[in-house]
């Protein structure tokens, strides 16, 4: 017997032997252009992006591109995601002491590139879209507020209109965090373009990847100078079309390194080709369960542009423990499902909750100069912790077929005949 038998809900043959592939960009990763790009930028023995013997500027190419699919004047190509969200919140003049708005509901990333910028993050309630909660927002705003970070989760995007709405009311910086989201649009928009600046993460589970990988992209000729200066220490040496920088505007300062290689660079260009191919297929999918799942006694997560998003699937069943008997029932039945963060909201991680850096002293919770009173705790924001706690996903890729949906909605039916 195997161990999905052994837990198969009605202790009978599970609907698959085996969980189908839900890696995105990932899946592409050993096709043929994409081994041909990098083996060209191996040949030229030019890895660095703004010198080498034989410079193919790729970065270069990856981030013309991304400007020309998203319709945004500039994109940065830096390391990671999170390097990304540190340069835009530079590139928006984020600095020490003050506040930035984020949702309950999200990776850690969010909350450090806050604090690496040394400002303090607070977070907002997440709604039935586990998206930034726009009234919750507003009610978390005071005079220290400096920016609000939405992030589009797992392919879903926020509800930007009412996001945009609340910010330009109160001068608020909008730094959307899309690395969950890349190639989502909302109400005709590319996720990422909405805002002041959007940041994009290639990591490996994401929809394209370079392994590691981010893109900063912004309208904002002030937030890209700043931006495309601190991912390459500070400007000093070149601009990202590799001639001397003139400092056009303001100060220049000491930044550091986050920058993209070569490598990273040809690999982007040849992901980026597919991105409407997998969230195509993915929303599809996606899109084919719900709709044959809708008569379940499930509430099911708020979608605010069905037409835009990447593909999710996620319910929410009456309370937790039952969430988590489903899910294990799913997975034994060979569909890959989870509780999306293990059912927590961000801060209950312990160096959150206890506010812990690598500094003792300082900005941005042990400061003297801009001293904070903002605490975190179980409890404060019980909507999304609830919400999450309760909240079943299922795991969606471009590579899954017609029967693998199938399957999920024959699992889906299967355990809640028994649970529900
Ligand atoms: C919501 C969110 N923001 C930021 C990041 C950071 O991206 P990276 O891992 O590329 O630094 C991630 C990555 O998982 C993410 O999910």
């Known amino acids: 017997m ?27 990763l050993s096709e043929e252009e994409e081994i041909a790009a990098v083996t060209e930028v191996l040949r030229s023995r030019s890895l660095f992006r703004y ?6 500027r790729r970065t270069e190419a990856f981030e013309k591109r991304l400007s020309t699919f998203l319709g945004v004047r500039h994109t940065v190509a830096v390391s990671s995601g999170t390097a990304a969200l540190i340069c835009g919140l530079v590139g928006l003049g984020v600095e020490e002491g003050d506040e930035v708005i984020v949702p309950a509901v999200t990776f850690i990333a969010t909350v450090g590139a806050v604090v690496a910028v040394r400002a303090v993050p607070v977070f907002a309630e997440v709604d039935e879209s586990l998206t930034l909660c726009p009234r919750s927002f507003e009610e978390n705003i005071t005079a220290k507020t400096r920016a609000v970070i939405p992030v589009h989760l797992a392919n879903v995007a926020c509800d930007m209109d009412a996001i945009m709405a609340v910010a330009r009311r109160h001068g608020i910086a909008v730094l959307e965090d899309a690395a969950q989201a890349i190639g989502v649009a909302y109400r005709g928009r590319m996720v990422g373009a909405i805002g002041d600046a959007g940041a994009f993460s290639l990591q490996l589970s994401k929809n394209i990847t370079t392994g590691e990988g981010g893109a900063l992209v912004t309208e904002r000729w002030d937030v890209y100078d700043r931006a495309v200066r601190y991912q390459d220490q500070g400007g000093q040496f070149t601009t990202s079309h590799g001639e001397v ?19 990273a660079g040809a690999l982007a260009c040849v992901q980026l080709g597919r991105l409407n191919a997998i969230v195509g297929t993915m929303r599809e999918r996606a899109r084919s369960i719900r709709q044959r799942l809708a008569d379940l006694p499930v509430d099911w997560r708020r979608i605010p542009d069905p037409e835009g998003e990447g593909g999710s699937v996620l319910f929410y069943l009456p309370d937790e423990e039952i969430a988590v008997r489903f899910v294990a029932a799913l997975r034994a039945e060979g569909i890959p499902a989870d509780r999306l963060y293990g059912g927590q909201p961000v801060y209950a991680n312990p160096a959150v909750l206890e506010q812990r850096t690598p500094w003792r002293t300082g900005c941005p919770f042990h400061c003297t100069v801009h001293p904070t009173t903002r605490r975190y705790y179980m409890g404060l924001c019980p909507r999304s912790e609830d919400l999450l706690a309760r909240g079943v996903s299922i795991g969606i890729g471009p590579l899954m077929t017609e029967q693998d949906a199938d399957d999920v909605v024959r699992a889906v039916r299967k355990v809640a005949a028994q649970l529900l």
Request: aromatic letters at 8%; glycine letters at 14%; one cysteine or more.
């Open 245 to 263: 920088r003139e400092h056009a505007s303001g100060e220049p300062f000491i930044g550091t390194n986050l920058r993209m290689n070569e490598i």
């Open 2 to 28: 195997t161990a999905n038998e052994a837990l198969a809900i009605d202790g009978g043959t599970p609907v698959r032997a085996t969980p189908y592939e839900t890696g995105k960009g990932l899946c592409y």
């Open 51 to 56: 010198y080498g013997p034989q410079l193919l």
